[in-house]
């Protein structure tokens, strides 16, 4: 539903904010603005493999944080 899609957004939005800023940003960079792994290496000023190591870090630490609290039916899982 509507409600419980923004209930996810204000959550993720909650989250990234509690996230260390350059995860939040590959993060935001990779899932938001749909960027590659070298572009966002480009951005960041790191290798392809630190975002890795950066978006598995964020998404961990969201899933931690927001992963209980989002509406039911929606689950912040890794993507396969």
């Excluded at 260390?20 to 960027?35: G, N, Q, S, T």
């Excluded at 951005?43 to 978006?55: A, E, F, K, P, Q």
């Excluded at 931690?64 to 509406?71: I, W």
Aim: charged fraction near 20%.
């Amino acid at each position: 539903t509507v409600a419980a899609q923004r209930q996810c957004a204000q959550l993720l939005r909650k989250g990234l904010r509690a996230i260390p800023k350059k995860e939040a940003h590959a993060f935001a960079l990779r899932h938001f603005e749909d960027l590659s792994y070298e572009q966002i290496a480009d951005d960041l000023g790191v290798s392809g493999n630190h975002v890795g190591v950066l978006l598995h870090r964020a998404r961990a630490r969201l899933r931690k944080l927001v992963g209980s609290q989002a509406p039911p039916g929606i689950s912040i899982q890794q993507p396969h």
